[in-house]
Nanobody, 127 residues
Framework: QVQLVESGGGSVQAGGSLRLSCAAS????????MGWFRQAPGKEREFVAA????????YYADSVKGRFTISGDNAKNTLYLQMNNLKPQDTAVYYC????????????????????WGQGTQVTVSS
């Protein structure tokens, strides 16, 4: 099991930037990929971005492509999400997640395919 702790959320105006961090501990050696999901009130949890932990291949939801950048520091066991040009529709609780075992990119948007989750961090973007 991997323990995940997010930080870096907050409130910004539209067009602003935030950087989320996720510190991983525990059985991190088994991590195949990590990612970010978000959930707005009354909506389902949705995929934001993912990164394979060895090759650092990256994947993004169309809604954030070109604005968000996912990255990872293997030495620090830390995942990042740089969010630029934020929009009010980006307002949500952002969750860090990790998957052990085999990575299949075709299942990257399915939250049930991830094994560990952080507690979430709130991001609020005002217009």
């Amino acid at each position: 099991q991997v323990q995940l702790v997010e930080s870096g959320g907050g409130s910004v105006q539209a067009g602003g930037s935030l950087r989320l961090s996720c510190a991983a501990s525990g059985r991190t050696f088994s991590t195949a990929a990590m990612g970010w999901f978000r959930q707005a009130p009354g909506k389902e949890r949705e995929f934001v971005a993912a990164i394979t932990w060895i090759a650092h291949n990256t994947y993004y939801a169309d809604s954030v492509k070109g604005r968000f950048t996912i990255s990872g520091d293997n030495a620090k066991n830390t995942l990042y999400l740089q969010m630029n040009n934020l929009k009010p529709q980006d307002t949500a609780v952002y969750y860090c997640t990790a998957r052990a075992g085999t990575w299949r990119a075709t299942t990257r948007e399915d939250p049930t395919r991830y094994d560990s989750w952080g507690q979430g961090t709130q991001v609020t973007v005002s217009s």
